[in-house]
């Protein structure tokens, strides 16, 4: 009995969870903001000495992480919805009030006053949540300052609430929690960037790719079909051997 | 395996989801005063396979984690508070906010309700009333031989009187902004109710606090922008169909495992 089957078993479990990150994907194609999965590449499991000879590798998971590749902006005339031109990230605080890196702009005051964003993060600024008091209008600059008009006032009167937190931290830095929020791996958040540019009025998509999905999707059943006639010939073999042996008893 | 089954599926869910959310607005592009909702989406939890930074060896550790989304859900659906264009009627009784603010409505329940629609009309008994019978709040009758009314940009409505030189002023209309108009709850009817999210009320005369101005004789038409939303609704149709086709590629190897082996 020979154990190819197990080796391609194992590759074939390795193929179905690349094929659960690309599902994920395409489930959150129209996920604002939203920072795609890569696949695990698939290495082998231990360096081989050239001398010996090892014809059982296990093919083990490899590296995977979170492609923050920037993606397309869209206009959505709503003073409220910004997006990040370029790189860099959003600071903003998760139910638990943990900090978070966030690309989603699609803020909304909350009752408190409190700006929050479409999945109920907190958007941060100055090392806080922001707050607006009661306004009649909101303007957003390019560098994240948030004016208002109070309510009530004459004019062109135009306080200001406060600055969202734009900080730039390098893609090999930014970790996916459980929860599926992005986080920097070390854990720190670095100093505001003053050249982070924000644009008002607009959203930024998700950076999912349908159709790079779609052929990762292929590729990963052609694999594991693949796979499946490794087990298929690992059969015929073992059946061809027993009846050998059953023709000359 | 049918874990990328199920994880397709949260996505058709969702882009269903905004499917109806899209066909409800492009249906309501003629009803006055109507405000197109949007819908929020947020992925779900994550399945830990290898923590980041787990021990490969006594000296090394794992530089990448492995963690698998699970899909994606509709957080909430928001109405876009944006200004609908303004369409001249001449109709005495129909008002249009221009600015913040919603008109109040009593409804037969006794609570009051919030609307955009200012397409009013007179009941039986003269009073001011919705397209839906419910009276404005605060309420306010038109005497039955009045021959014109007059409403002002603050709120003011005066109506003229046959024989009499000075035109009678009848009552006030106030309208009610919230600190936060997303946090509304739609009902039926044109109709929104505040809730712990939206705010308190702050109700006052039109024009006062950076409340809206009235202007009477024109209607608020659906703020509803029907090409935008049949962009979304292309882009929701193509989501929907690239998640059906990962249902059908976790299908086809299910179908090559069972078929070969």
Do not use: C
Not at chain 1, 114 to 133: A, M, N, R, Y
Not at chain 1, 134 to 145: R, S
Not at chain 2, 63 to 79: F, M
Not at chain 2, 104 to 131: C, E, H
């Amino acid at each position: 009995m020979d154990r190819i089957s197990q080796i391609s078993l194992n590759t074939m479990r390795l193929l179905s969870d690349n094929q659960k990150i690309t599902a994920a994907n395409l489930a959150n194609l129209n996920t604002i903001g939203f920072r795609r999965d890569v696949n695990t590449a698939i290495g082998s499991a231990f360096l081989i000495d050239p001398k010996s000879y090892e014809d059982r590798v296990f093919a083990r998971r490899g590296a995977a992480g979170v492609d923050t590749t920037v993606s397309n902006l869209i206009s959505t005339d709503r003073p409220l919805d910004v997006a990040i031109s370029g790189s860099g990230f959003m600071v903003a605080t998760n139910q638990k009030g943990e900090k978070i890196l966030t690309r989603r702009g699609d803020m909304a005051v909350r009752a408190d006053g409190k700006l929050k964003l479409g999945d109920e993060t907190l958007v941060q600024g100055g090392g806080g949540d922001l707050t607006i008091p009661p306004h009649e209008k909101i303007e957003i600059g390019q560098d994240g300052t948030i004016s208002y008009k109070p309510v009530g006032a004459e004019g062109n009167t135009l306080l200001v609430a406060g600055r969202i937190d734009l900080i730039n931290i390098p893609a090999n830095n930014v970790v996916r929690g459980l929860d599926g929020f992005l986080r920097p791996k070390d854990g720190r958040f670095p100093a505001n960037d003053a050249t982070i540019k924000i644009v008002s009025n607009s959203l930024e998509t998700s950076n999912v790719d349908a159709v790079e999905s779609m052929v990762e999707i292929i590729q990963t059943q052609r694999s594991y079909e693949m796979q499946i006639k490794l087990i298929k010939t690992a059969q015929d073999l073992d059946d061809q051997t027993s009846k050998l042996m059953r023709s000359s008893s | 395996m049918p874990d990328a089954l199920n994880v397709a599926k949260t996505g058709l869910n969702a882009q269903q989801a905004r499917m109806s959310v899209i066909s409800n607005n492009l249906a309501n592009v003629n009803t006055i005063g109507f405000k197109r909702d949007r819908a929020n989406f947020e992925t779900l939890l994550y399945q830990d396979l290898r923590e980041v930074g787990a021990q490969t060896s006594e000296n090394t550790q794992l530089p990448t984690g492995l963690a698998i989304g699970t899909g994606v859900r509709i957080v909430s659906s928001e109405k876009l508070h944006s200004q609908g264009s303004i369409i001249n009627t001449d109709n005495s009784l129909d008002m249009t906010i221009d600015g913040a603010g919603f008109f109040q409505v009593l409804m037969p329940d006794g609570q009051i309700a919030y609307t955009r629609a200012g397409n009013f009309t007179k009941s039986s008994t003269g009073q001011i009333v919705s397209a839906n019978g419910y009276s404005l709040e605060p309420a306010i009758t038109i005497p039955e031989n009045a021959s014109s009314i007059t409403i002002s940009r603050d709120g003011i409505v005066s109506v003229g009187i046959p024989g009499q030189t000075e035109p009678q002023v009848v009552g006030n209309i106030e309208i009610a902004s919230f600190p936060n108009n997303g946090g509304l709850k739609p009902l039926s009817e044109n109709m929104l109710a505040a809730t712990g999210a939206s705010g308190a009320p702050i109700v006052g005369a039109p024009g006062a606090n950076g409340q809206g101005k009235l202007m009477q004789g024109a209607l608020e038409a659906s703020n509803v922008n029907v090409v935008e939303e049949l962009v979304n609704m292309i882009e929701t149709q193509r989501a929907y169909e690239v998640n059906s086709k990962a249902i059908s590629a976790v299908d086809n190897m299910q179908k090559f495992l069972t078929q070969n082996v």
